[in-house]
């Protein structure tokens, strides 16, 4: 979770092992490659995403090291809870967004709240319509997030009505 305070990130704070009590790991956040340090809106919110290594990112970075037969996502939660962060490994990770916890401003889509995050800087998760309205096949849409090909590790797919009130 990201918090801004005046246009500024000024925390941010891991899920926890339990979902309830995370780390302070603003020290590393701070640079990841594409987590903004300042967005236009001033009043205080709150962004909930996922930090990420790609494949390419997780090769480059560990070679045929020992680290190497770790997962990226492994890597990536280690680099981000590190003490003393690598600015050298930890600006190969990416920050995706996909939830808005506080905001000023309130939304009834999913779809707004994506377009909101992305218009003040953060990268959203990838995502796509499907169904009647967009003419695009359930399978169609799978394909394009198939773990083999996808540049980041996906270990699955999440479905969400568009509504946030459904």
Not at 54 to 62: C, E, P, R, Y
Request: glycine share 10%; with cysteine; charged share 30%.
């Amino acid at each position: 979770v990201l918090r801004y305070q005046g246009g500024f990130l000024c925390k941010a704070i891991t899920r926890g092992r339990n979902g309830l009590v995370g780390e302070d790991v603003t020290g590393a956040v701070k640079y990841f490659r594409n987590v903004p340090k300042r967005i236009k809106e001033t009043r205080t919110i709150e962004v909930r995403g996922e930090g990420v290594l790609s494949w390419k990112d997780h090769k480059i970075l560990t070679g045929n090291s020992e680290e190497a037969s770790n997962h990226p996502r492994n890597v990536a939660a280690g680099l981000t809870r590190t003490v003393n962060p690598d600015k050298g490994r930890t600006n190969h990770l990416d920050f995706f967004a996909f939830d808005l916890i506080e905001s000023p401003e309130e939304f009834e889509l999913k779809s707004e709240q994506l377009k909101y995050m992305s218009e003040l800087g953060f990268s959203v998760v990838p995502n796509q319509d499907f169904g009647l309205h967009t003419g695009r096949t359930l399978e169609a849409t799978i394909k394009d997030f198939n773990p083999e090909e996808f540049y980041y590790p996906a270990d699955g797919l999440i479905f969400e009505y568009d509504d946030l009130s459904y």
